[in-house]
């Protein structure tokens, strides 16, 4: 038998096969996360029905079932062989709102199901060569659950009359609609057990006996009913087999057993189970006509018991900006990075009713240096389109001597190279959702914009340096007019320690064309990760990321430190052009701890490797080379006092073979990650390489002299870092 069931693993709805003799799983029809099935959600029946009626169907021959599944706006009609697990028909009902219940026609060619025109329920039938549909119902009443009987000349359905679901049988061939239950109780979908009987759950009880308090005091409770049809097709006798307190839903037949069983789900403290009815004697027998017959009169559409009237002075059409409302809690995101400096921030964000019109305020801070951003965002249609304003100052380490200020300057610190970009200006969004997971993104923007280091000392020296080796100042200030557009594509899934599965892409490409006094530059941006889930919580993340800006004065990717490229420091690389990629396997270590504190979020371990490189525009940049190299390596310094400062001190030149890293930097190593007050929490044990010792005792001399040991030494030497923030 096929059963729907939720799978803890993957957190979705799968329909699995189980054996009917005891019990054991025999496959998951559905395995694997649901995109990967090329739909959202398997859907299930909506309103109170749930699993009253039916939400899936076995074809006559045995090897498909059918069920409906979201797809974008609309649910589509899925027809999957079990024993290849190959979906084999998908029909997409774009003029049918909700469709549930589908059940298979005996000859396999038509498939009935539930669904809404209108917002009236009916009964439809869909073809599944021509894929034609069409309404058998068509009425005023909510119509839903249709099953075929055994020989297709008839249909029994649902439908929603006088305050309660019947049962109502329609001949296919004449159109006729026949009730076929009655009472003031609420009846299920139905299954036939043989020509003649149907089983379905009721919540009846036998109307010649008392009613028990207990069962008047838990309300109507659906249980085990059959119902059989005389000679001329007339209802008959209905039996009552189960009298749960609880409920029992979704009964069907096992035919492999003779006689044949009935399965049907209980709920019982708080769980779902399967059991089954061998259908002996039953617990109440009742006359069809003891609950009612056609005689009392036609049946009348649902009244509600109160009604609204609309005063005409009230009616108006909503304002853009009217009544808008706090969304929720603002968030508060906090964060240190690999280098140890702070950074936080919260958004605040006001919303009309609908949620497609918002307002949002934002403000973070890194360290001391700040963004506050105000946007306008609307999502009404699918062409959406937002502004935005901003102030934002971002911090790097210019740290490069011998490519920003001259080599003699090596003695400077990495953080009296402190540099800032602040931009202010703002922006224009139009988004074009291509489907679910992939976008499509025009901008169009004016900002002003400033680099420069911290130290004034420093940027004289820089500016003198790069004026007179380049010919142009690396780092720059102007206004711009950008207009980009960008591609995002995003099929991850999270949990909440970050992605286990799926993808993410991002091309981007902007151009800021040289008008009036406008500056000019054009930078193309990829981003792309995968993430391969292995077992259950286990995760093999890939990214890879590059990004080149060119023109008179061309833009920067700053990155290092974090989960960018693990035991470098904090936002260390700089560059026009530049590249990094990471591998890391993720795996849970203990799923909670239990500590002084508290129980906290579970231990994961992480083994990392990854490889970037960063240049400026109109500068060769080597990431790797196995070509001879000569380096001349620098040994420290000497004061000049005639200009008063620092000479360098170089040693003899000396050429180094094989494979080596040039302007390309690597690592690997281990890491934990837990979580403490919602923040994840990161402890990593890093190593640096080049690939070539030799070449790294030359390359890093200086750093190696001043702590006594030789360059390689110095760089390989593991690093421990603690950071907070999340994953890649």
């Not at 003649?196 to 409770?221: K, W």
């Not at 119902?227 to 001329?232: C, P, V």
């Not at 009742?286 to 009392?296: E, Q």
Request: glycine share 10%; hydrophobic share 35%; charged share 20%.
């Amino acid at each position: 038998m096929a059963v729907a069931a939720g799978n803890r693993k993957d957190q979705e709805l799968d329909i699995v096969l189980m054996s009917t003799k005891d019990g054991k799983i025999i496959r998951n029809l559905t395995s694997g996360f649901n995109q990967n099935h090329g739909y959202e959600y398997i859907a299930t029946p909506g309103g109170f029905r749930n699993n009253a009626v039916s939400w899936m169907s076995w074809a006559p021959a045995g090897d498909r079932i059918a069920y409906f599944a979201r797809t974008e706006k609309n649910k589509t009609l899925i027809l999957q062989n079990v024993v290849t697990k190959k979906i084999e028909t998908r029909i997409e009902l774009k003029s049918v709102d909700g469709p549930e219940s589908p059940d298979i026609s005996p000859d396999g060619r038509e498939v009935a199901f539930a669904g809404m025109r209108g917002a009236i329920a009916d009964i439809f039938i869909v073809n599944l060569d021509t894929k034609e549909i069409r309404n058998l119902t068509n009425d005023e009443f909510g119509d839903y659950a249709p099953t075929y009987s055994p020989d297709g000349k008839s249909i029994i359905y649902l439908a929603r009359v006088s305050g309660n679901d019947k049962l109502f049988r329609l001949d296919l061939a004449t159109g006729k609609k026949t009730q076929i239950t009655f009472g003031t109780h609420d009846d299920g979908g139905v299954q036939f057990i043989d020509n003649d009987t149907i089983v379905f759950p009721s919540t009846a009880t036998d109307p010649n006996q008392p009613l028990d308090p207990e069962v008047a005091r838990n309300g109507e409770i659906y249980n085990i009913w059959t119902l059989r049809f005389d000679q001329d097709g007339k209802p008959g006798e209905l039996k009552q087999y189960t009298d749960a307190l609880t409920g029992n839903v979704s009964p069907i037949v096992l035919r492999d057993q003779k006689p044949a069983k009935i399965a049907f789900v209980t709920y019982y403290k708080g769980e779902y189970g399967i059991h089954t009815l061998p259908r002996e004697e039953p617990l109440h027998t009742v006359a069809n006509a003891d609950f009612g017959s056609a005689d009392a009169g036609a049946p009348i559409d649902f009244k509600p018991p109160t009604t609204h009237q609309l005063i005409p002075s009230n009616i108006h059409k909503k304002g853009t900006f009217e009544k808008l409302f706090l969304e929720g809690r603002p968030p508060v995101a906090l964060g240190v990075t690999s280098g140890g400096d702070v950074f936080g921030g919260t958004e605040v964000t006001f919303s009309d009713v609908l949620g497609d019109k918002q307002f949002s305020l934002f403000a973070s801070s890194v360290s001391q240096y700040r963004t506050m951003n105000f946007s306008y965002v609307n999502l009404s249609r699918r062409l959406q389109y937002a502004v935005q304003a901003y102030s934002q100052t971002q911090f790097y380490y210019g740290y490069d001597p011998g490519q920003l200020y001259g080599a003699e300057y090596a003695f400077v610190s990495r953080d009296q190279a402190i540099a800032t970009q602040t931009a202010r200006g703002a922006t224009m969004f139009g988004i074009y959702p291509l489907n679910r997971y992939s976008r499509l993104e025009l901008s169009a923007g004016l900002y002003n914009y400033e680099q420069s280091y911290n130290d004034p000392n420093l940027q004289s020296v820089a500016d003198q340096y790069q004026q007179d080796q380049y010919g142009r100042l690396l780092f720059s200030s102007g206004t711009f007019m950008p207009f980009g557009v960008a591609f995002t594509r995003e099929t991850t899934v999270f949990r909440e320690y970050g992605p286990l599965a799926g993808n993410t892409m991002r091309l981007g490409y902007e151009y800021a064309p040289s008008v009036g006094s406008f500056e000019s530059r054009q930078t193309a941006d990829a981003d792309a990760r995968y993430y391969l889930r292995l077992a259950t919580n286990g995760v093999l993340a890939f990214r890879a990321r590059g990004y080149k800006s060119w023109g008179e004065f061309p833009g920067y990717l700053y990155f290092g430190g974090n989960s960018e490229l693990r035991g470098y420091d904090y936002l260390e690389f700089l560059g026009n052009k530049a590249m990094f990629v990471n591998a890391e396997l993720r795996f849970p270590l203990i799923e909670a701890a239990l500590t002084p504190l508290g129980v906290i979020g579970g231990l994961r371990g992480i083994a990392f490797a990854g490889l970037g490189a960063a240049g400026y525009e109109g500068i060769p940049m080597n990431v790797w080379t196995t070509n001879p190299i000569v380096v001349t390596p620098l040994l420290g310094f000497k004061p000049n006092y005639e200009t008063f400062t620092y000479d360098p001190v170089y040693g003899d030149p000396q050429a180094i073979n094989g494979f080596k890293l040039v302007d390309g930097r690597a690592s690997y190593g281990v890491g934990l990650e837990t979580f403490a007050l919602g923040f994840p929490i990161h402890f990593d044990w890093s190593w640096r390489t080049l690939m070539n010792k030799d070449y790294e005792d030359y390359v890093f001399a200086y750093q190696g002299i001043q702590e006594g040991e030789s360059g390689s030494k110095w760089f390989r030497k593991p690093r421990f870092t603690v950071w907070i923030g999340y994953d890649f």
